[in-house]
């Protein structure tokens, strides 16, 4: 079993739509979660950076976190096709090395 | 502006042959990693480097080398050794390595046999 499941996708929705991206895991020890975005043939983007249980939210998109059930999402609002892109969890323990762990990515495609 | 730069963003290797992929970083940050990503899999680390002059192998090391002679550069060899290196490659960054800030990654070099 895999430390870190993420849907494959692909996910089409259109426009204006309300997205969920999640991902869980296995290890309770992980503390730290990343949700980055990759656009095609391009490095991933930082999005959103979370360390407690509960929601963050920066513009259009928040992130949730429910360590009891190692259980992470990323919701996007008003989605827009420049949202199009593969979205990549990743999560690390506390202390120790910054060793990420990563979901496979799910990619998404908003159609207008 | 600070980045991380990757080159070539296209790499071709022969049969036998060694290829260095390049990676430079301005933001002053002290830890480096090397990724290599699948279609369909997560990214899986290959090397990381906390400090210059200092590396260690990730999960994926073998038919790989680095070196880390200045804090902006982390250049990765694929060796012939590596019998299967056709990958979309990504370099990343964090402040440090026991850090809690997060890593930022350069535009990656996608590496084809020939």
């Known amino acids: 079993q895999k430390e870190v499941e993420q849907d494959p996708g692909p996910l089409s929705v259109p426009e204006g739509a309300i997205v969920s991206l999640n991902c869980t895991y296995s290890?309770?020890?992980?503390?730290?979660f990343m949700w980055y975005r990759q656009y095609s043939r391009k490095g991933p983007e930082l999005l959103m950076y979370t360390y407690s249980s509960g929601n963050k939210e920066d513009g259009r998109f928040t992130a949730q976190v429910d360590k009891s059930s190692k259980y992470i999402s990323l919701f996007i609002r008003d989605s827009q096709p420049s949202d199009s892109a593969t979205y990549l969890c990743?999560?690390?323990?506390?202390?120790?090395?910054?060793?990420?762990?990563f979901g496979a990515g799910t990619r998404l495609a908003v159609h207008p | 502006d600070g980045g991380i730069t990757q080159s070539p963003k296209y790499l071709f290797r022969k049969e036998g042959q060694n290829v260095t992929l390049s990676c430079e970083q301005n933001l002053n940050h002290d830890a480096m990693y090397w990724y290599r990503q699948d279609p369909g899999q997560g990214l899986r680390l290959i090397y990381y480097?906390?400090?210059?002059?200092?590396?260690q192998k990730g999960d994926i090391a073998e038919g790989y080398s680095v070196s880390r002679e200045k804090k902006e550069s982390f250049p990765l060899t694929v060796t012939s050794a590596q019998k299967n290196p056709t990958a979309f490659y990504l370099c990343?960054?964090?402040?440090?390595?026991?850090?809690?800030?997060?890593?930022?990654f350069g535009d990656g070099t996608r590496l084809s046999i020939l």
């Open positions: 480097s906390q400090i210059v002059n200092d590396f």
């Open positions: 990743a999560m690390r323990v506390s202390g120790g090395y910054n060793k990420l762990i």
């Open positions: 990343a960054s964090s402040i440090g390595i026991n850090s809690n800030q997060p890593q930022h």
């Open positions: 290890n309770s020890a992980f503390q730290y």
